[in-house]
């Protein structure tokens, strides 16, 4: 009888009448045949529903111990991982070594269709879900769908109005610590990331991110339906509204519903009487531009009459000559 052998990255054949010697043991989850050790290693892969670490913080199970020994990290605060080049620090080995390719520039996991590169296998199996149009995580409450669940999540708690993370400085409450911790920033007035081009500073690598397509041109989020491209991601998701008609922004006093935030914001000021340009204000704007389109026009006059006068006549030779 044969038997399947993984060595590696090999498959062999081997039959026991032949090879007495080898001591081989049947896998009883898969119809594949493993040396003593190499059992062992299978056997950490295979999914199982025996789970018996169990973490005495908050009753969650395992199938594996260094599994449990991660997660106690979460509760502990633990980051024993450190980044040599800008000191920041990770609970996983395996996040470390996924974000010193930031720092590299290395993005080994490339999208098939468009061919952009992702520094983590994660990122371009979220990625992979803007092209198929896939959305498996659906909200309960309204039914909207989305591609990833930290987006349902997120949307979720629009629903519930949970805000669990305060600012110290200001009292400000938010859905998460990474929005509080970026909010934080603009007490501190700290902004890490300098644009080498021009020197300008922002207080998040994202921002920056976006302004250097400033320089570069770049503009890499397509419209799938009228292929006009954005240089950011949120120009994208609002234009896409125009397409779909959706108007995620509802005014809690009259229930209009608007595309746009600032559209909301401004409609709101209807409500509050909040009347933040006076009439001086408005009239010193019109002064100002009717000034400006006057100078415009002398401009535009002045430039006419020095072409007239040096625009040379067809009149010939003066007489007498």
Not at 84 to 102: E, I
Not at 167 to 181: E, I, Q
Request: proline share 6%.
């Amino acid at each position: 009888m044969n038997f399947w052998v993984i060595f590696g990255r090999k498959i062999w054949v081997a039959k026991l009448s032949v090879h007495p010697y080898f001591n081989f043991i049947l896998c009883s989850s898969f119809p594949q045949t493993f040396f003593s050790s190499w059992l062992l290693i299978h056997k950490k892969f295979l999914p199982t529903s025996e789970r018996p670490f169990t973490c005495v913080t908050c009753g969650k199970s395992f199938p594996q111990r260094y599994i449990l020994v991660s997660h106690m990290r979460i509760h502990s605060g633990e980051r024993p991982f450190t980044c040599t080049s800008c000191q920041k620090r990770f609970t996983l080995r395996k996040n470390l070594v996924c974000h010193m390719r930031t720092h590299a520039g290395e993005k080994p996991f490339l999208c098939t269709t468009c061919g952009k590169g992702f520094a983590q296998q994660d990122y371009l199996r979220s990625h992979l879900k803007t092209h198929s149009g896939e959305k498996p995580f659906s909200c309960t409450t309204c039914g909207k769908g989305f591609s990833h669940r930290h987006n349902l999540n997120a949307h979720v708690k629009s629903h519930t109005g949970e805000k669990p993370f305060p600012c110290a400085t200001c009292h400000k409450h938010f859905r998460f610590k990474c929005d509080l911790t970026r909010h934080v920033k603009t007490h501190t007035g700290e902004k890490p990331f300098a644009c080498v081009t021009c020197g300008k500073a922002f207080t998040q690598q994202n921002h920056l991110r976006g302004h250097v397509r400033i320089h570069t041109g770049e503009k890499p989020f397509t419209c799938v339906t009228c292929d006009r491209s954005f240089s950011q991601r949120y120009i994208l998701v609002s234009h896409m509204r125009t397409h779909s008609g959706e108007k995620p922004f509802r005014c809690k006093a009259c229930g209009k519903p608007f595309s746009h935030r600032h559209n909301l914001t401004t409609h709101m000021k209807s409500h509050t009487d909040e009347k933040p340009f006076s009439c001086l204000h408005v009239l010193f704007r019109l002064v100002l531009a009717l000034k400006l389109a006057a100078i415009g026009r002398m401009i535009s006059a002045s430039a006419n009459h020095e072409e007239l006068k040096c625009t040379p006549t067809n009149s010939g030779p003066p007489r007498g000559i």
